[in-house]
């Protein structure tokens, strides 16, 4: 089943919850996206329809700069100075594609993300765990 939700698109959190709703299996947002990377499983991009312009908006083109790799294509992660309350630790990070969001670790040890703009691909997702084990290693 968790093939085929990933194939129609569904994104982690859905898969969470379709998981949670129909076999009873409850799993934090990091073990569904552990899961996923086990099995190779990758979940597909729905193509938008393209939002159909009035003749009044059409407009040239304007061509955006690619975003710069950070740090040579590690995630730059960070701690906050003050921690979210209700976390045990939290912080940000920015990945090399762009993608950047907050993290967050609760008293339980459960893992979050706060405000993802974006999604990261399973190697960002892996540096992270890396970077973010040396930072927390030193902490």
């Known amino acids: 089943m968790v093939r085929q939700w990933a194939a129609e698109g569904v994104d982690l959190n859905g898969i969470q919850k379709s998981l949670a709703g129909e076999f009873g299996v ?11 990377l086990d099995y190779g499983i990758e979940i597909a991009t729905v193509a938008e329809p393209a939002p159909v312009k009035k003749e009044a908006e059409v407009t040239e083109p304007v061509e955006e700069a690619p975003a710069a790799p950070v740090s ?10 003050l921690m979210l309350p209700g976390t045990l630790i939290s ?4 990945f090399a594609s762009g993608t950047k969001g907050g993290w967050q670790i609760d008293q339980m040890g459960r893992f979050a993300w706060n405000a993802l ?9 892996q540096a992270f765990q890396l970077e973010l084990q040396m930072i927390l290693s030193r902490a």
């Open 26 to 36: 409850h799993m934090t947002y990091m073990d569904v996206r552990f899961l996923l």
């Open 72 to 81: 040579g294509g590690k995630p730059v992660v960070t701690l906050d100075e």
């Open 91 to 94: 912080g940000k990070v920015q």
């Open 117 to 125: 703009e974006g999604q990261p691909t399973p190697e960002e997702l």
